[in-house]
């Protein structure tokens, strides 16, 4: 390859080659020895050659195997033996994880949410019974099990739990290895890691290193290598391949394939000139797309290279180098020590083998990234003191390598940055690189220059629509340092170096919030709409990144007095920089006789910002300093007061605009706004933001002087002309008079939301459980909550927990869903405890509106129902904090009681402009909040606080306004009124607990006569609605009497019922009791004399009568392929064009299965309905065509009433069978089964006419008098009177055309979809397709009623009972109503299969093994009355249908002797019940048993028993009679008896007898067989003796059929979810070596796990490239498939290559919950109602249906290639 010499391998002497390394390594000069051998046979070794078997082979040979013995001085495998006989290995697992393997992260006892376990540490560790989350791995972590950082308790596993002396003495691990052993391994590892590091980063393409280069010169032999990206996609490289390279379409998959998962691949091979042509081609030709549609990456080319093959063969050597030094360090804990420490030794350069390859990262290709990132962890990264010195080594060059990170072309977790999860998650680590390197800093410092790029001319950061791909790579750094904040120390844990750092790192922090300090600013449109949507998104995101990095920051200052106090000071000087304090104006405002000066600013005029993280950050720590005890007059502290005014400014200014924004103010801005105040309050970004602004007011409110603080939310608001006592008076400026009411609104919400929101921490007297019960408890007075749903609209913490489980249970009971039979499990909910109802706060600041009024409308309806009073007052709240204290002060300035006088004054007046309900129930939900706080200062004895006379001097009193308001008529709403009484209620029972003078009746006399006035109203209102209600009824009646009087001829024939419905199973006629029905033979029942069939058209409405007379009618249908009742997988019909169906396999590999919704059309307006949607496609432009949840192109439609997947319509016919009793029914016209069985054979033999083609045979039907001919007198009579022309009064006008044009449609349409071929009218297997879909249709509703314990006839649905009494119809009218001599050729080729004689040369490859009787009986039932139908002679309105005369109990008769040798020739001894004495039938089966299994010439040991065989027949023919009944039920419209219609114990014990009975033939099976004849006898002997069945029989590789045919089931799965991944996590992708699968799904029929939605995996299918499930959909399941995508817990119903969708997963959390994508990461247990349900699904053929009803319910799903999965 790499010479011009030959490539032969040079002689090669193991033995000598070890001693000459161990000579030179004694010498000093080993790694120049190695290479000297490496230059020679790494080229041997990696030819260029696809056989990889070989490659690894000869390497093992030549390279590895030598290294091991010079390491080991011996045999290997002994000596690793001996050093694992007395290791000590690390109680570290270490267990690097694969690419979707399970992990398990405890959610009570991890340090943090990225440490976790692996599987098998998890199933033995006491974490397994405490609260888990369970997720996949992406790969790259590894196991944290005996990582006593990562753990709060439970540190090992049961597996890696240390002994108790092995905690004691802890050895230097290299002691335990030998010296000589240890200097021989010393050099290795050097010389392997120098050599390794040297090939990996070597930068030549066309050259090695001198030491390396063969001798001689090097051939001209390159390749074109191609390198990875995630710029360009998998279809521009593929294009790109084929147009560059002129490979085929598979061959550009496979290279794309490759190059993404190993990060290169060569795309040629040849000479330099050759090579480099192709490079220049692929770089312009993938610049190309880029350049022409997009300029966001700069129209990047692929990366190529033209490279030498003995550079790429070293490499490839390089990277075999890594795996196998991994292998060894493994053997022993002493080697990996051993291996840490010379990889962490500096070499020449001052830097050490592992910096190099730190530094190196962005060189390397995918593959090299990985395992050199695998080899860091399981050397350097698993040994503390080496792992200590790797962290700094990382932290130093920390900017660098991010830098290079963002330039990169690589995803996150295939970078060297990745690894800093690994490093600074260790809390001794991160805590070291925190204090002596400086770490925080590092950090900041290098996202702050990342942000450079992005700020605008006022130094604030700006984004763009569309990032860029170098800022979203540098946000990485936030997540480092959430990392690297994790580590916070406790109070006594803090140094003063920790301090320096700390507030280093804090001050580089508040500089990136001042660069997001008031960004996207925006200003009130006024006078037109905003002309572009501003950019808002890259705010947020950037916020939610750092959300968990404050508070974070918060927490650490929290445990410091001196850090927290430097923290505030600096944070002041960051807000006074920022915000230009000192250039801020001020103007006087007044209120009344009060004033104040205010900042001056206009919101609604003047710009403002959301975002003001400095300033939220602030109110952070100031909430923090009642913690330490810290005020801003104590002498202790150097703390800088900042003015109030100032503090509330900023966040006051957002909730104007808000304000504003609900007033309407704001519309002209468009939606960017909106958006961002739907954000602002929403739950992921609300704490740090609108929690923060509230905290921040409250804050401002316990600083400033009360009536300061409302005259300053007064004029920012701009409501000072409001407070006007004046402004009630009109005037002619009312313009904005509406504006000025609703901001009045928020102004009074907002004061409200100050005071009563007391649950944070630091605010008031509560704890962080208390905090998550209130939300709790206002979640779930809106509504009942799933647990899902409840966490949802709880904020989570830094380690994503929300504290929903630790106090949800106080509060609410949990409500499991009720799951009804064979419906899909359902989600549990929570309902509040009723104690908890009275904690309601209507003004719940976390309430957006629409939550407010549905939780008010709930409770307002449940004290309805309880008959209480419908107010809604203020809850007790807790007390504030002392250093929120003074903001009670706010209730009881004088602003504050000048606002309660001013609005109830105005609710006391007749009229008010300026008055709203809102605003009068928000002023006294505030008197509210004022009475429980006088009521608490009474009880604590505080006198500070005095509401009470403060209420009632100045002249107005409060209690009187309310007083007078109490029975106001403009109240709108009981509630606001129940809440005055309830003021005036607790107002006088807080004046009493002060013993001031008070009446007590005072309320009950202001309340009662309402009261009592309000229920005389309503009940006076009731008693004249009911009497109206009766008189409207009362003319309603005589109006009816008078129709009916006046057209009474109209109502004399009418039926008390509605039009009748198509007769059901459950329309039992009227028989006679004295005697059972019968439906097949001589003695059969007259069939049911039921109502005329009716049915109304869905399209026009029109109700007709269904007779061959009137219009046609037909209903909807679904023809389908399916193989759910196949017992053999994976051998789908995939070339109908070459199969022949008459003879139906008994494994039923691939059937035709009908289903309909049963709604029924006219033909007419069917066709016009359908010609409607092919005209309205047709019209549609190409380009606009999409998908939709049918396919036109294959004839399929949406029923028009359900949306039912269509592709047919099945005619419905009327009964069409004799309604009087048949001439031959006399028994002395009775024809005998050995007559009618000697005629038929006498018929088949002369009716095959052989050729001398020895494979070919001419079927034609003989005349009957041939027959007869050969037959007694009175034997042909009988014989000929089965064919003789019955005249048949209900067909008395024949089959119309457009019966017989409905007649061909749908057999087209069974024939071409039940095949999938082309329909072909003429084509001989038309018929054939109709009888087989009929009879797996019934075949497939048995096995579900079978399944389900259903009764045959009681219980089927309607609509399979309206398909089947169709398709049953159709079979039996097709055959003799369209093309009659076809028929009659396939009823003598059915025949001729058990009639061997009359085909002396045709040899059948089927045997009577081989064939489902079922299928024969239906096609011979149906084809038999046209065997000798004279067409010449019989009248056009003639029809010969199969009526269950003699021929169809023969032909049965027959058929089921058949069936019987299957059974007794099948039959395997099992469990057969209880043992009966005297059991003649077992005698009889058994005599039968021995002589069958002696023509067969098969030998058992242990025959059966008699009452065995008796027990097995009658459960094994079970199925085939139940088939049979349902058949000629609907044939001959005899009623089933009853007790084939009722559901009980003895009912079942009784149905083998009740269905031999119906249908006409001898309880014992015996006798199908016994005293019929020798022709009888001779047919049997001719079947057991063909060939054929012998080689079935004797065949071990095809298992047989067995009776009766099993229920097919999905597969089984385990309880646990976590067992199918780790399961799933060993799946590797089949066509790729070795490759974890993306995406690993499983075949739920089969089991079989596929690599899915990936191009590895994806194959030509019919000319179509389709994924892995797509494909194995069609083999397994004739093109309709059912998935579980393990990864995603999701199952995948798939049908047709166009057509799927996405289902909930059969597997729930302990609340009743699915959990898609894993997201949640709740432990998951199957749920069997939902398995159930699915497998329903399934075996009923619904998946089509299901997938078309998902895809009109939802559009996103038309967006996928389903092909692709």
Known sequence: ????????????????????????????????????????????????????????????????????????????????????????????????????????????????????????????????????RMSTSGGGGYCDCGDAEAWKVGVFCGKHQPQSDEMEESKNPMELIPDDLIDRASVLFLATLRYTVEMLTWDHSDRLPDNLQPDGELTDNYVCMLFNDEVHTYEQVINTLQRAVSCTHKEAVDFATTVDKEGRSTVTTGSFSDCEKARNLIEKDSSEPLRRYTSRHGAKALKVQVMHTAVVAHQQFALRMIQWLQNIIVQSDGLRHLFCQLSMQQQENEQSLMEILLLADTQLWKTARVQSHQLMMAGVLMDQECKKKFSIIFTRHYTNLMKAFCMDDHDHDVSIASLSVQIFTVISLARLLVAEHNLLAVIIKTFLQACEEKKNKDGKLTFERTGTQTFKRACFSLHDLKYALICKPGSGEWTDELRNSFIEGLTCFLDLLKLIEDMDQVKRQTGQHLEFEPEWEGAFNLQLKLEDNIVLFLDWCSTDRQVLIEAYNRTIEAFRCCKDIDKIKTTKIEVDEWSAKCIKYDVGSQPISIHLPVTRFLAGLHSLLGQHELYFESPDCSLVRPDPAELIEFPLRVQVMVAQSNANMWRRNGYALINQIFFYHNVKCRTEMYDRDILMLQIGASMADGNEFLIHLLYKFGLPIWAKESYDTPSGQDNSLRQTVLLAEEFLNLVVIILSERYMMGVGEVTRADIVKREVIHQLCISPLAHSELAKALPEDTN??????????????????????????????????????????????????????????????????????????????????????????????????????????????????????????????????????QRRAITDGNTEFDFLSKAKKDGKCIQTLLESIVNSHNFTHDSIRDLVTWTLKTLSEVRQMKNEPVSMDTVEKVSSPRDEKAKAAREKKRIAAEKRRQKIMAQMSQMQKNFIKDNSELFENTSTELFPRIDSDMDLSETDTSSLPIAVGPHRTLPGQSSPMCGMCILCQEEQEITLSNKAMVLTAFIQKSTVLALTRGNALSHGDEYDPLLMRSDLSTGSHTSSCGHMMHADCWQRFFDGILERERRRPLRFRHNFSYDIEKMEFLCPLCECISNSVIPVLPAIFPTTQASNSDSCTHLHFHDWLDGIHKTVLNSVKESEDFDDAEYQTCPLTTVTKQMAENVAQKFHSLWSCIQDPMASAGLSLEHREMLRKYSRDAYSFGLGVDPDDDNARVPIMVWNTCAFSIQSIEQILRDEGKPLFGQMSSRQSDCLRSLVRVAATYSPAINTDIVKQHCIKLLSFLFPDACKNKKFDLCVLDVDMFHYLVALVMSLPSLHLDTSVAPSNYLQLPS????????????????????????????????????????????????????????????????????????????????????????????????????????SKQEFDSLCRYLGINLHMSRLVDNHGELMDTLVTRWCKNSVLKETLSASSQPL?????????????????????????????PKSVGDDSRAP????????????????????????TVGAATEHAYRCGAGAGIFLRVRECQILLLAGRTKGCFVPPPYIDAYGETDQGLRRGNPLHLCRESYDHLQKLWMSHAIPETIAHNLESNATLLTIDWQHL
């Open 1 to 132: 390859m790499a010479l011009r010499s030959s490539l032969q391998a040079p002689e090669f002497n193991h033995k000598a080659l070890v001693q000459q390394w161990h000579s030179s390594y004694q010498t000093g000069d080993f790694l120049s020895t190695l290479k000297q051998h490496w230059r020679e046979y790494v080229l041997v070794a990696f030819q260029a050659s696809d056989d990889q078997t070989r490659s690894e082979r000869l390497t093992i040979k030549y390279l590895l195997s030598p290294l091991e013995h010079f390491l080991c001085n011996g045999e290997p495998e002994a000596v690793f033996q001996q050093l694992k006989e007395k290791d000590q290995p690390s109680q570290l697992c270490g267990h690097v994880f694969k690419n979707g393997e399970p992990t398990y992260s405890c959610r009570e006892c991890a340090t943090d949410p990225t440490c976790v376990l692996c599987m098998e540490c998890f199933q033995t560790s006491v974490h397994k019974q405490h609260r888990y």
């Open 800 to 933: 994503h927990e929300t504290g929903l489980e630790d106090v949800v249970k106080d509060v609410a009971n949990f409500k499991k869903a009720t799951v009804g039979k064979g419906a899909q499990g359902g989600k549990g909910k929570y309902e509040l405890k009723p104690e908890f109802l009275s904690s309601y706060n209507p003004y719940f600041y976390h309430y957006t509106k629409t939550d407010k009024s549905k939780s008010e409308e709930a409770q307002v309806k449940r004290k309805k129902e309880n008959n209480e009073s419908q107010a809604l007052p203020p809850p007790v709240p807790p007390k504030f904090k002392p250093q929120f204290a003074p903001i009670m002060n706010l209730l009881q300035c004088d602003v504050m009681i000048y606002l309660m006088e001013l609005i109830l004054t105005r609710a006391a007046a007749t009229r008010s402009r300026s008055l709203s309900e809102t605003q009068l129930e928000r002023i006294l939900h505030l008197i509210g909040i004022a009475l429980h706080e």
């Open 1444 to 1547: 269950g005369g003699d021929n169809e109990l023969h032909a049965l008769h027959l058929v089921l002797a058949v069936h019987l040798i299957q059974i007794l020739l099948l039959y395997d001894q099992g469990d057969c019940g209880m043992e009966v004495d005297g059991d003649y039938e077992g005698e009889a089966l058994l005599i039968i048993y021995n002589k069958i299994h002696s023509l067969a010439n098969i030998q058992k040991e242990n025959p059966p028993l008699p009452w065995q065989l008796s027990v097995h027949v009658r459960k094994t023919m079970l199925p085939f009679l139940r088939c049979t009944a349902i058949l000629f039920h609907y044939l001959t419209g005899v009623t089933a008896p009853a007790e084939l219609s009722e559901s009980s114990e003895e009912s």
């Open 1601 to 1629: 059929v067995q009776y009766p045919l099993k229920i097919n089931k999905l597969i089984s799965l385990p309880d646990d979810y976590s067992e199918l991944i780790n399961k799933v996590s060993a799946f590797t992708c």
């Open 1641 to 1664: 799904t499983m075949c739920l029929v089969c089991g079989k796990m596929l690599c899915s939605q990936s191009y590895c995996c994806q194959t030509e299918f019919e000319g179509v």
